[in-house]
């Protein structure tokens, strides 16, 4: 089955730099790739996706990546806010099948 | 509208009990997920239920568990004579995945915290 990993676990940035978060997935059947916010206490919130027939998609401040040859995507956050601090979760899931593969999560926060 | 609710929002148990979680999902939404979530840890799929088809029950990790969904609507996730491993918060999310061209969107409930003694 799809197996994702995620890197950092932790992330600590200055407000205004920029941050991001990896995850590579071993299932090239994998097709569609979201990215989920978890505020402290709060539930998951997603904020932004992929598919796998496109490279990058951006929404304002946030962007991710995909290298489906590498089987890897990022996020990236730019010009950070302490708002930003949060739990960040990726997700695969194949083309086949219902489940999604979550990362463990990377602890972000943005020093003021 | 409203979106997807959980009770209860906390549960503390007796190793041994049976308990049961509740999940209202989004009105119209036809798929509905549970995971478990540990401190640090990832979401982990438990199950999933799209319409009247057959649920998706490979993530549950033992006979323990079990889970069902009336009318197409609610769904409870029971755990039977709890273990202290048992203890995470308990997910639900609901999405309109599965009908022709909706999103793979999923939203999440509050989550229940189950604390297993």
């Known amino acids: 089955g799809e197996n994702v990993e995620q890197h950092p676990s932790t992330l600590s940035v200055q407000e205004g730099d920029s941050a991001v978060i990896k995850c590579t997935y071993s299932?090239?059947?994998?097709?569609?790739f979201p990215w989920y916010k978890q505020e402290l206490g709060k539930r998951p919130q997603l904020i932004i996706d992929?598919?796998?027939?496109?490279g990058e998609k951006k929404d304002q401040r946030i962007a991710v990546t995909l290298n489906k040859t590498a089987k890897h995507f990022s996020l990236h956050i730019t010009e950070t806010q302490p708002e930003d601090s949060a739990v960040y979760f990726c997700?695969?899931?194949?083309?086949?099948?219902?489940?999604?593969?979550f990362g463990t999560g990377t602890s972000l926060t943005v020093i003021p | 509208g409203a979106g997807v609710s959980q009770s209860p929002s906390n549960k503390v148990t007796e190793k041994g009990k049976d308990v049961e979680l509740r999940c209202d999902p989004i009105?119209?939404?036809?798929?509905l997920y549970w995971y478990r979530q540990s401190l640090g840890q990832g979401l982990e799929f438990l199950i999933y239920f799209q319409g009247n088809s057959a649920p998706d029950k490979s993530g549950l990790p033992s006979d323990r568990f079990s889970a069902e969904r009336t009318g197409g609507s609610v769904s409870t996730l029971t755990i039977q004579r709890t273990q202290q491993e048992d203890s995470a918060v308990y997910l639900c999310a609901s999405s309109l995945m599965g009908l022709a061209g909706s999103s793979y969107e999923q939203y999440f409930g509050p989550g229940t915290r189950l604390t297993v003694t």
């Open positions: 992929i598919r796998s027939n496109v």
């Open positions: 009105s119209g939404h036809t798929a």
């Open positions: 299932d090239s059947a994998s097709n569609y």
């Open positions: 997700a695969a899931k194949p083309n086949t099948g219902n489940q999604f593969y």
